[in-house]
């Protein structure tokens, strides 16, 4: 009986030790081709930013695309060369609100961000943001944005 006990023991032990290691995956990095949400999509696109993937940034802003930031207008090449002037070390995004309509989503949000601008010292606290993403046959692409910041 004692022995009965203990292989019970041992093969609970075992089995509990298996189904433990079988539940721990690695989690998957977000990608575009499965975000699920106008916020997702916001934070892959500062992300790309942060790594200077100048092709993916570039990739998810329409042909048409214009942003509005501090009283100027730029257009997708203005942004494009103003962004490659940023060297984002970390940024945060909260105060998220999205608004749905068929394929497209608004989203506002404040960011905070440090890192430097043209070899200059940026940090940037609670700016209001706001960005509209369309899906288009390439997939989501932004396609305004406009910051409060200077």
């Known amino acids: 009986m004692r022995a009965m006990s203990r292989l019970s023991l041992l093969v609970s032990s075992a089995l509990i030790l298996f189904l433990t290691g079988c539940t721990i995956w690695a989690q998957k990095p977000a990608a575009w081709s499965n975000a699920t949400g106008a916020e997702e999509l916001e934070r892959l696109w500062w992300s790309e930013v942060k790594a200077k993937h100048w092709d993916e940034v570039e990739h998810h802003l329409a042909g048409n695309y214009v942003s509005q930031s501090g009283g100027s207008t730029r257009d997708r090449a203005q942004v494009m060369e103003h962004l490659r ?3 984002l070390a970390e940024f945060t995004i909260g105060d998220v609100a999205v608004h749905a309509h068929g394929e497209t989503f608004v989203v506002t949000y404040t960011m905070d961000s440090r890192g430097t601008f043209d070899g200059q010292p940026l940090e940037m606290k609670h700016v209001a943001m706001m960005t509209a993403w369309q899906k288009q ?5 932004a396609i305004a944005h406009a910051n409060s910041s200077p």
């Open 85 to 87: 002037k940023l060297d």
């Open 137 to 141: 046959k390439q997939g989501w692409v």
